[in-house]
């Protein structure tokens, strides 16, 4: 879809670092995406502390995209609605975005039930998670290939600035010191570096030092 988008000026566009955030979120999803795929296959068959692991995993999962999505319904779409209210090929892509999270939520809904079904959740897991996976894969491709240049065209350096410490604020301490290493397991140096610098400076300690020590002591997924 070609659309026309608001022009900023060359000082106010956001770099490849501001938007590289969308990436480590989208490669955590996928990431977890894989395991989930891999646990619905042999559930109900693993024994006690591998099913406890596997919740772990989950609820970690679950929570990080509902939050990811809740940013980006409250502070991202609404302000790019706004800019782009005279473009309706833009305006459709965020009708699209909306949409599109509007699927997910009953299809993670539907994964809850069947891990909360003690008798008969292993009939249904497998079905119910390959369901959510197909419905967010098709949405991370999407919303990276329109969304996310859209985003850039869009919102401004000092916009996003803005947005990034308006959703750091919704969270808790708690939200935060399990939200950065959930995001940066397995990242690069590189997208680590990225990820910590919208941390305060006592904050990227707290990481390293504490947050990310406690988060690889617990067993999660397998």
């Avoid at 022009?7 to 566009?13: A, C, E, S, V, Y």
């Avoid at 772990?56 to 502070?75: K, N, Q, S």
């Avoid at 993670?108 to 909360?116: G, I, N, P, R, S």
Wanted: aromatic share 6%.
């Amino acid at each position: 879809m070609t659309t026309k988008t608001t022009k900023t000026t060359k000082t106010t566009m956001m770099s490849d670092t501001d938007i590289e955030i969308m990436g480590i979120v989208h490669d955590a999803f996928r990431r977890d995406a894989a395991r989930l795929a891999r646990a619905a296959q042999r559930y109900g068959s693993e024994d006690p502390a591998t099913h406890a692991a596997l919740l772990v995993g989950w609820h970690g999962f679950r929570h990080g995209l509902h939050h990811h999505h809740t940013i980006e319904d409250t502070y991202i779409w609404p302000l790019m609605r706004r800019k782009l209210a005279g473009n309706p090929d833009a305006v459709a892509v965020l009708d699209a975005m909306e949409a599109e999270h509007a699927l997910l939520d009953p299809a993670l809904a539907q994964v809850q039930t069947a891990f909360d079904d003690p008798d008969h959740g292993h009939e249904r897991l497998a079905d119910r998670v390959d369901h959510l996976l197909g419905v967010l894969h098709s949405h991370l491709a999407h919303e990276e290939r329109e969304a996310v240049p859209l985003i850039r065209e869009t919102i401004t350096a000092k916009e996003w600035q803005r947005i990034s410490k308006d959703a750091m604020h919704d969270l808790t301490y708690r939200e935060k010191a399990d939200a950065a290493p959930y995001l940066l397991e397995g990242a690069s140096e590189e997208r680590v570096r990225v990820l910590l610098d919208m941390l305060p400076p006592p904050l990227r300690l707290m990481y390293r030092h504490r947050w990310n020590p406690r988060y690889l002591r617990v067993r999660r997924w397998e």
